[in-house]
Nanobody, 131 residues
Framework: EVQLVESGGGLVQAGGSLRLSCAAS????????VGWFRQAPGKEREGVSC??????????YYADSAKGRFTISSDNAENTVYLQMNSLKPEDTAVYLC??????????????????????WGQGTQVTVSS
């Protein structure tokens, strides 16, 4: 059974940092495309970052709002994907969720960017950034 558990959220002041974790069980992360999404109250779920599993390496992609501030990484030995978030802004406040889809060797920023592309989700972790 595919299970994803996010952690690392919390309350932080603007300009601060958080590192979110997405721990997997029941499958091997390296065999799946991984996406981080967020959903703020009253807003649609949106893509933040994703990892494309390619032949020799992983490619990473970011939403424009995350570029230069967020970094996605994968620790295959720990079967965990991280989202390092720096220079946080109040508009980053949302529930952050990770998701996986067993389709690889695809540019996730094009083929697997929408939340509807993913069939396995974690429960989410709340990130609140105060001004």
């Amino acid at each position: 059974e595919v299970q994803l558990v996010e952690s690392g959220g919390g309350l932080v002041q603007a300009g601060g940092s958080l590192r979110l974790s997405c721990a997997a069980s029941g499958f091997t992360f390296a065999d799946y495309t991984v996406g981080w999404f967020r959903q703020a109250p009253g807003k649609e779920r949106e893509g933040v970052s994703c990892i494309s599993r390619m032949n020799s390496d992983d490619d990473t992609y970011y939403a424009d709002s995350a570029k230069g501030r967020f970094t996605i990484s994968s620790d295959n030995a720990e079967n965990t994907v991280y989202l390092q978030m720096n220079s946080l802004k109040p508009e980053d406040t949302a529930v952050y969720l990770c998701a996986v889809e067993r389709r690889t060797h695809l540019d996730c920023s094009y083929y697997l960017w929408g939340p509807y592309e993913y069939s396995n989700w974690g429960q989410g972790t709340q990130v609140t950034v105060s001004s």
